[in-house]
């Protein structure tokens, strides 16, 4: 602003000068022919032109020849010029251009006074058009400053809104990716930590189910082993001396007294051996087993325990063997508790199926019933010791049964049918050869 304002006075003071050295030059004639109508018509010239207040033409002797002015507003300034005598040269009149030559002769003075409000207003009015402008800009530098910092620390504080929610437990939030690419870098090195954390979370709820179920386990043997000292074999004695006594006092089969109290030791014995047979699973004993007769029998078995009653079995087993290193014994076993599951749901009615697929080295056993389900909130826990939603039930059928499916390297799984009830699938790897089985057939 300050250059521009030198810029201005400097061309202003330049137009000034100029106007005065002209009326010097035309001023000649009429001081030497003291010509003052001349001399007060280029005075009047003078006014005309703005900011001019006053002209005062004098002659050689200092005598005032003409003073024209005119009331304007101040400030002030005044600018002088001497006038001097033409010169001729090779006849033809050559006026000096410069007035203040000293090689002429002065005949005159002219001064000119003039006011510097208007440019001082000019310049005012550059100022304050010049502040407004610079204040617009800053505002709207504010507004641009205010939008991009805002796209930049809204992403800040929300990342530190989702670490207060997640110190306050909600472990599934996640940070939404930003507008920029380093606000998405961030949300997104965020996310990941956060990632990192729940999988550290179900880790560690991991290990500490695990060691939570093998210190249930201790417990569970360390029972078992008391039952099988102090329980066990009392219940041997009472079911003997049962035995006895219906023989020495002839007391009928139908008593209802007897049968209740042959029936509970049942009972409590299927109770300890189930104790006995989780806490202690023998060591599978691992030899080439076709796996289709194994089910063959335990289904044969179910087919003649209902044969008279509701429940119908219907099975589909192959007749082609598959041969996979299995134990027999406790295979079977397990097999026999999912199948009990399953009637046990159906409540001794309905139909139980029974299915078996064979692919190259995989087997596939089906279990479906047409019980109630299982609630969705239990399928993670069906098969964990002790858990159990029947009133007489001791939770560790399913669980032996899924230790014993582990052991022979297979797995289990449970889930709802669409149409009601639940279906049971075990799968099991062969890793015999072809040539092995053909040899062992031979």
């Given at each position: 602003m300050?250059?521009?304002?030198?810029?201005?006075?400097?061309?202003?003071?330049?137009?000034?000068?100029?106007?005065?050295?002209?009326?010097?030059?035309?001023?000649?004639?009429?001081?030497?022919?003291?010509?003052?109508?001349?001399?007060?018509?280029?005075?009047?010239?003078?006014?005309?032109?703005?900011?001019?207040?006053?002209?005062i033409?004098?002659?050689?002797?200092?005598?005032?020849?003409?003073r024209?002015?005119?009331?304007?507003?101040?400030?002030?300034?005044?600018?002088?010029?001497?006038?001097?005598?033409?010169?001729?040269?090779?006849?033809?009149?050559s006026?000096?251009?410069?007035?203040?030559?000293?090689?002429?002769?002065?005949?005159?003075?002219?001064?000119?006074?003039?006011?510097?409000?208007?440019?001082e207003?000019?310049?005012?009015?550059?100022?304050?058009?010049?502040?407004?402008?610079?204040?617009?800009?800053?505002?709207?530098?504010?507004?641009?400053?205010?939008?991009?910092?805002?796209?930049?620390v809204?992403?800040v504080?929300?990342?530190?809104?989702?670490?207060?929610?997640v110190?306050?437990?909600?472990?599934?939030?996640?940070?939404?990716?930003?507008?920029?690419?380093?606000?998405?870098?961030?949300?997104?090195?965020?996310?990941?930590?956060?990632?990192?954390?729940?999988?550290?979370?179900?880790?560690?709820?991991?290990?500490?189910?695990?060691?939570?179920?093998?210190?249930?386990?201790?417990?569970?043997?360390?029972?078992?082993?008391?039952?099988?000292?102090?329980?066990?074999?009392?219940?041997?004695?009472?079911?003997?001396?049962?035995?006895?006594?219906?023989?020495?006092?002839?007391?009928?089969?139908?008593?209802?007294?007897?049968?209740?109290?042959?029936?509970?030791?049942?009972?409590?014995?299927?109770?300890?051996e189930?104790?006995?047979?989780?806490?202690?699973?023998?060591?599978?004993?691992?030899?080439?087993?076709?796996?289709?007769?194994?089910?063959?029998?335990?289904?044969?078995?179910?087919?003649?325990?209902?044969?008279?009653?509701?429940?119908?079995?219907?099975?589909?087993?192959?007749?082609?063997?598959?041969?996979?290193?299995?134990?027999?014994?406790?295979?079977?076993?397990?097999?026999?508790?999912?199948?009990?599951n399953?009637?046990?749901?159906n409540?001794?009615?309905?139909?139980?199926?029974?299915?078996?697929?064979?692919?190259?080295?995989?087997?596939?056993?089906?279990?479906?019933?047409?019980?109630?389900?299982?609630p969705?909130?239990?399928l993670?826990?069906?098969?964990?010791?002790?858990?159990?939603?029947?009133?007489?039930?001791?939770?560790?059928?399913?669980?032996?049964?899924?230790?014993?499916?582990?052991?022979?390297g297979?797995?289990?799984?449970?889930?709802?049918?669409?149409?009601?009830?639940?279906?049971?699938?075990?799968?099991?790897?062969?890793?015999?050869?072809?040539?092995?089985?053909?040899?062992?057939?031979?």
């Amino acid at each position: 602003m300050n250059i521009i304002n030198q810029f201005v006075m400097s061309r202003f003071s330049q137009r000034i000068d100029f106007m005065t050295h002209y009326l010097a030059l035309n001023s000649e004639l009429g001081i030497l022919i003291d010509e003052q109508k001349l001399l007060r018509g280029l005075a009047r010239n003078m006014l005309g032109e703005e900011d001019i207040a006053g002209v005062i033409i004098e002659d050689g002797h200092g005598r005032e020849l003409i003073r024209e002015t005119r009331d304007i507003p101040g400030p002030f300034e005044t600018v002088q010029k001497w006038v001097y005598l033409s010169e001729a040269k090779d006849g033809m009149v050559s006026m000096n251009l410069i007035t203040d030559n000293r090689d002429g002769d002065r005949i005159g003075r002219v001064e000119v006074i003039y006011s510097t409000s208007g440019i001082e207003n000019l310049a005012k009015q550059m100022k304050q058009r010049f502040l407004i402008i610079a204040l617009v800009l800053i505002l709207i530098s504010c507004f641009i400053f205010y939008i991009i910092s805002r796209s930049l620390v809204t992403p800040v504080i929300s990342l530190a809104k989702i670490a207060k929610k997640v110190s306050l437990g909600n472990h599934a939030i996640r940070a939404p990716e930003g507008n920029t690419p380093e606000t998405i870098k961030l949300a997104g090195a965020f996310n990941e930590m956060l990632d990192s954390i729940a999988l550290g979370r179900k880790t560690i709820v991991q290990a500490y189910e695990k060691m939570a179920k093998q210190e249930t386990l201790v417990e569970v043997g360390k029972f078992s082993m008391m039952i099988a000292h102090e329980v066990k074999n009392p219940l041997g004695i009472i079911k003997s001396s049962l035995e006895i006594l219906k023989r020495e006092l002839d007391i009928p089969a139908g008593n209802v007294a007897l049968t209740f109290a042959e029936e509970e030791i049942i009972r409590l014995n299927d109770l300890i051996e189930s104790f006995l047979m989780f806490a202690r699973p023998a060591r599978p004993n691992f030899s080439r087993t076709d796996l289709n007769r194994i089910m063959y029998q335990v289904v044969t078995g179910f087919e003649i325990q209902y044969q008279s009653g509701l429940l119908e079995i219907r099975s589909s087993i192959p007749e082609a063997p598959f041969y996979a290193d299995a134990d027999f014994d406790l295979f079977s076993r397990g097999m026999t508790n999912i199948i009990m599951n399953a009637c046990e749901a159906n409540q001794g009615k309905g139909v139980i199926e029974i299915a078996i697929e064979c692919r190259k080295k995989k087997w596939q056993l089906y279990v479906k019933d047409q019980g109630k389900g299982i609630p969705a909130e239990q399928l993670k826990k069906i098969f964990e010791p002790f858990f159990t939603t029947k009133a007489k039930g001791t939770g560790l059928g399913l669980a032996f049964a899924d230790q014993v499916v582990k052991a022979h390297g297979g797995k289990i799984v449970a889930q709802n049918r669409p149409e009601g009830g639940a279906l049971f699938c075990v799968t099991m790897f062969s890793n015999i050869k072809d040539d092995e089985i053909q040899g062992s057939l031979e």
